[in-house]
């Protein structure tokens, strides 16, 4: 077979940059300390954080943001993607600071841990530390300046007795109960962000681990103590609008299990999370992918364009809808129903763990931005991680694997584009400082959220907000 033969095309998408305070990058480190965050108030920004730990967690992360201050090199040797912390204060390209004053501290005492540990079961023993949480963040936020984040650090002991012998800390879980998203639930609750530390992110000794924890805490706590984040979308052209499906599970009073969807939508410079309207009406297919009715599907496109509609004044021009499934022929009506008036509809499946990867006849793995395409098929192969020259590494283990992206039968827009927006949305994630992230974060935010709102507690809080720093 001649190359002119295969059912192949191979190319290479140009890296996408992204929007700070003073100009474009590509790196999300490099550009902070090139350009500056993008920051909502003139001048300096002070990030208020409040903290929760047992007496060795605030000690050790006092120590860390001590380093903060000063900055903090990852190693002897200026590797590309080795970028150290430039430090805090006026006078740092950050622009920023930390007051982390002493009244905004609640330490966990030994007689609280042990009240904790001394309950017969893990989700007993759960709960008990859930009721130490809540507590302090009530008596932080009742101070007469509140912080606008707060961190929570577990103890390891609590760690232990929360987690049931078959299970790894990885995620403290317990009956279906999540930890994490329950104290991230408590916080929404008092409207002020939090952020969780485990034992392990603070057991840290070399540069460079310090330096990558410093770049992350700084990226998240800048997003949630000013409520929007560092940098911003260039290419989310007015009059579009992008929207990731995603599902979960809500638990009503009789442990009946009900669907309800999430969309994580773009529009502008502006993202918010919309929670649909529980959708009984939902149907697994044979990998227990998720698809909705078709009334389900018009309720959610509608949802969707009403908000946007809410916020521009009109409808949008284009509608780009990524799920991580196929589209039945019943959602593909109900969506087009629901878009009726706007001019160009593009639905597009973007799957995680395809069955194909490439074997560059280098030292070196695929780079990240390869895209393989199957044009008869419509079928494409996009690798949003691998190697990255500009960081002459590949930071990821193992070998790298691509996410497939197959735009379904009502898709008006070139695939290539379909392929370069979606490259792009993997740089809009403000959890991470990292280069990039994985899937989209159209469709990954919206899966992250829908755990947190699986839970139980939901149906106490009054109003679930729609904001994504408080579930990051």
């Not at 059912?7 to 902070?32: A, V």
């Not at 860390?64 to 000063?70: K, N």
């Not at 959602?331 to 490439?358: F, N, Y």
Request: proline residues 7%.
């Amino acid at each position: 077979m001649t190359p002119q033969d295969t059912p192949f095309t191979l190319r290479h998408l140009e890296e996408p940059e992204i929007q700070f305070e003073g100009g474009t990058e590509t790196s999300p480190k490099r550009g902070l300390i090139r350009y500056g965050p993008r920051l909502y108030e003139e001048g300096h920004h002070t990030i208020k954080l409040g903290i929760i730990g047992d007496r060795d967690s605030i000690r050790r992360l006092t120590e860390l943001l001590h380093d903060m201050e000063v900055g903090i090199h990852p190693g002897t040797s200026d590797n590309p993607w080795q970028v150290p912390y430039p430090g805090l204060g006026k006078s740092s390209p950050l622009n920023l600071s930390i007051n982390a004053k002493k009244g905004w501290r609640r330490q966990i005492r030994r007689r609280d841990i042990q009240s904790v540990t001394s309950k017969s079961t893990p989700r007993d023993r759960m709960e008990r530390f859930l009721k130490l949480v809540r507590k302090d963040i009530e008596i932080i936020e009742r101070d007469s300046v509140q912080p606008n984040a707060i961190i929570v650090c577990i103890p390891q002991e609590v760690m232990d007795a929360c987690t049931p012998e078959n299970q790894d800390h990885a995620r403290i879980q317990s009956e279906g109960s999540d930890l994490r998203n329950r104290i991230k639930l408590i916080g929404m609750e008092a409207r002020i962000p939090t952020q969780l530390i485990k034992p392990s992110t603070l057991a840290i000794r070399t540069g460079r681990q310090r330096a990558s924890r410093a770049w992350n805490l700084t990226v998240g706590l800048l997003y949630k103590s000013q409520r929007g984040h560092p940098w911003k979308t260039r290419q989310i052209e007015d009059g579009h609008c992008y929207a990731g499906l995603s599902f979960y599970r809500e638990r009503d009073e009789g442990d009946d299990v009900i669907r309800a969807a999430l969309a994580h939508v773009f529009h502008g410079r502006d993202h918010i999370i919309l929670q649909s309207d529980p959708l009984p009406d939902i149907t697994e297919d044979e990998n227990g992918s998720p698809h909705l009715s078709y009334e389900a599907a018009r309720q959610v496109g509608e949802q969707i364009l009403e908000y946007y509609e809410a916020q521009k004044g009109t409808r949008p021009s284009r509608f780009v809808l990524h799920k991580p499934s196929v589209f039945w022929e019943e959602e593909r009506e109900g969506l087009l129903d629901a878009t009726d008036g706007v001019r160009d509809l593009d639905l597009v499946w973007v799957r995680r763990r395809p069955k194909v990867r490439l074997f560059p006849p280098t030292d070196y793995p695929a780079m990240r931005g390869t895209l393989l395409s199957v044009p008869d098929d419509d079928v494409h192969y996009l690798y949003t991680s691998g190697y990255v020259p500009e960081e002459t590494t590949y930071q990821g283990s193992g070998v790298p694997s691509p996410i497939e992206i197959r735009p379904d039968e009502i898709c008006e827009t070139p695939s290539l584009e379909i392929c370069k927006e979606i490259l792009f949305f993997t740089k809009l994630d403000w959890n991470t400082s990292d280069y990039a992230i994985r899937m989209p974060a159209t469709v990954s935010v919206a899966k992250r959220v829908g755990t947190i709102l699986s839970e139980v507690d939901t149906e106490s809080i009054s109003e679930v907000r729609p904001q994504y720093f408080y579930y990051m």
